[in-house]
């Protein structure tokens, strides 16, 4: 069992930064495929980033590649994603996910487990 809590959303001006933190419990963290999914009002959740468990590969949806950089830290079981130059289309509740040993995390319903989400709200 793994439990994800995210924190860092809030309330930020268009241009601004902010960072999202996801904790992860258990000992095993190394071992999870970690991503960030968004979802807006009225919208499907959307594959936002991922970095697989070995940390070799990273991917970006088109929306955010450029302004988003997703990292883990797995000393401390924690996935990073820095947004810098938000947008209003950013904003949404963003969830993470853990996948175990996903060689791949674009598919939703490969994620084993997922937080309560954070809401990110971008003002023009």
């Known amino acids: 069992q793994v439990r994800l809590v995210e924190s860092g959303g809030g309330l930020v001006q268009a241009g601004g930064s902010l960072r999202l933190s996801c904790a992860a419990s258990g000992r095993t963290f190394s071992s999870y495929t970690m991503g960030w999914f968004r979802q807006a009002p009225g919208k499907e959740r959307e594959l936002v980033s991922f970095?697989?468990?070995?940390?070799?590969?990273?991917y970006y949806s088109d929306s955010v590649k450029g302004r988003f950089t997703i990292s883990r830290d797995n000393a401390k079981n924690t996935v990073y994603l820095e947004m810098n130059n938000l947008k209003s289309m950013d904003t949404a509740v963003y969830y993470c996910?853990?996948?175990?040993?996903?060689?791949?995390?674009?598919?939703?319903?490969?994620?084993?487990?997922w937080g309560q989400g954070t809401q990110v709200t971008v003002s023009s």
């Open positions: 970095i697989t468990w070995s940390g070799s590969s990273t």
């Open positions: 996910a853990a996948g175990f040993r996903l060689v791949y995390g674009d598919v939703r319903t490969a994620y084993d487990y």
